[in-house]
């Protein structure tokens, strides 16, 4: 694509900025239409995809700007309620791109499905005995997704964990498939559910649950960026951009909330693609509490020109095949804008926006603070309420801030100033 880096891409009207992004990325009438919503999303459609309809709730798209993803520049469709998400996303990768961007790496698309067994008299002999089996319970697995298999997917490997529970040591069988391009919940369950008898058979016990784990940890995404001192704000920001990371990794209460900056950018990403955002979001937070801490799923460092590097590791269970990923014609134009062509493309792109989002909120609180951004939109929103033209809104935020006066009756009172002389 040309350059996501365009100056004042949010300073563009609205129809600008759809036609910037439509153009390059040579998106039909259709598609074009379907996502602005000229073309209404088919009731029909909705009707099929969950139960009980009776209507739609929209959540607006923007796209992400100055993002840079191992050497291409992309436009980065969000799908967010929550405002200064997409800005501030924006706004930190502008001041990464010109040291290179997002650099991403992963550790591959295998999911692991759980097979609880009870019951089981001799679980560590049973245990020997899953691994004595293990080309049948692959193969068994196998013949339950021939076109993953074909596609150089499917069961690959198991293991078998001994859980100590309050009344028994449960053998719990992981299977690991390679899910390659889908998310995997449907491949996997059906695994786990088919090879289920086998696995009976094989330990003596009873087998329960078979389903997918969220913790999706052999399928980790990471995003690596330098984001330039200068840019931020100096040097001083820096360091308490770091020190806010050293924070959010010793104390819970600050990692709760420092992810949940992370997760405004990764969900935004994940939901504009039709993809389950639940699964990622349940994925992000087990792997943050890995060590038996839940701790910050980014890391902030200072290299030797004084730059600040950020990385940030996850699991990242999404998929461009399947579900609403193929159904739900808003996520497929998604898909396009980026020029997706592969799951882990897709997931290095929304660990990099999660890693943006984070140093965009880390520098916020590491200097001004973030109110005086949301009181800018904050005051916005009011002035759109108290009825202001397009052209007076500015300069009608403008005096409210500079009153620090956000009441409602006083914008209106400013808008009628500015409106009627
Ligand atoms: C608000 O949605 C997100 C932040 O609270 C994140 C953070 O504190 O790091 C600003």
Known sequence: MSSSRIKGFYQLSLEDRVNIVTQDKELTAEEKNILTGETIFPMSLADSMVENVIGQFSIPIGVAANFKVNGNDVFIPMATEEPSVI????????????????YTSSTGTIMRGQIQVLEVSDPHGAKARIFENKDEILANCNLKDPTLVKLGGGAKDLEVHLINTVRETMLV??????????????????????????????????????????????????????????????????????????FADADPYRAATHNKGVMNGITSVVLATGNDTRAVEAGAHAYASRTGR???????????????????????????????????????????????????????????????????????????GIQSGHMRLHAKNLAVMAGAKKENIDLIVQKAIHEKDLRYDRILQLTKEVQEG
Do not use: C
């Open 173 to 246: 069988v992981h299977l690991l498939v390679d899910t390659k391009d889908a998310m995997g919940a449907n491949a996997v369950n059906t695994m786990a559910e088919g090879v289920s008898p086998l696995i009976e058979k094989i330990t003596g016990g009873r087998v329960v649950l078979r389903i997918i784990t969220n913790l999706a940890d052999k399928r980790l995404i990471r995003s690596r960026g330098v984001f330039s001192a200068q840019a931020l704000g100096g040097p001083e920001v820096v360091k308490n951009i770091v020190s806010a990371y050293e």
């Open 294 to 368: 839940y701790r910050s799923l980014t890391t902030w460092e200072i290299n030797e020109d004084g730059n600040l590097v950020g990385s940030i590791e996850l699991p990242m269970a999404v998929g461009i095949i399947g579900g609403a990923t193929k159904t739900h014609p808003v996520a497929k134009a998604s898909l396009k804008i980026m020029n997706i062509t592969s799951a882990v493309e897709l997931a290095g792109i929304i660990a990099s926006v999660g890693l943006a989002e984070n140093a965009a909120s880390l520098r916020a609180l590491a200097a001004e």
């Open 87 to 102: 800005a501030a996303a924006s706004n930190a990768a502008r001041a990464a791109y010109d040291l290179g961007g997002f």
